[in-house]
């Protein structure tokens, strides 16, 4: 958590510091705008009256108050139905239960500095909202970065059948060859081996694995080679 009464002076060498550390990170963002600095939620914090409370939950506290009924709701789907009880539009409001603000302005986050705004004093629910926050950001990161990778490993998943039905599993950037992260793991793997002694022979040519016997790519026809 961070004050609001921090100075630009001040926050700068800590946000460049949390920015460096997610370096080339996803960017990505859940109920209504809340996003990470590198890997850290920032909560700025204002004083009591900054913002004032509205009638209704927020969608992150809908979700958790439909969670103890034991109906399993995505905050996700709650975020329109909360900003239309609360009758704010696109206004900041404040949640009473989790005391987080909706829809908060660059000038309570600090411009881009921080991930969500909270007003004084935190309550235990807006802990734990912050906690499922980090945890949704953290999965949507983790989706994000495998819709980057380049398919599943060797022996691993379901098999091509189910992956064409459903398309999980599927880079759309995989029939293009080596992918950025793939060229990584295999230089990892190769530099593993190296160090144990175990090396390539000499002449030894990378090839292009084609799923059929000819393609055509950028107008020029690739064709299998014969053994």
Partial sequence: MSSCDLTTSQLKPLMQTLQRRGRGAPAVTVCGGA????????????PIGTVLPAKSMCAMCM??????KGKNVEPE????????????GFQPWLCPRCSLVQNPTPDLLC?????????????????????????????????????????????????????????????????LGLTHDEVLKELKVNLEAGKRGKFLPAGFKFGLSLSSQDTLYKGVR???ADN
Wanted: net charge positive; with cysteine; charged share 25%.
């Fill in 35 to 46: 996003k990470l600095l590198g890997d850290s939620l920032v909560a700025i914090t204002h």
């Fill in 63 to 68: 979700a958790a108050v439909e969670a103890k």
């Fill in 77 to 88: 789907s709650l975020v329109a139905a909360a900003d239309a009880r609360a009758g704010a």
């Fill in 111 to 175: 411009g881009t500095f921080g991930s969500v705004a909270v007003v004084k004093p935190p309550k235990p629910a807006t802990c734990v909202t912050l906690a499922k926050l980090w945890t949704m950001l953290q999965a949507a990161k983790a989706k994000e970065r495998s819709k980057r990778a380049s398919g599943r490993p060797k022996g691993s998943g379901p098999g091509v059948d189910a992956m064409l039905q459903t398309g999980d599993g599927i880079d759309e950037a995989a029939h």
């Fill in 222 to 224: 690739l064709r299998r």
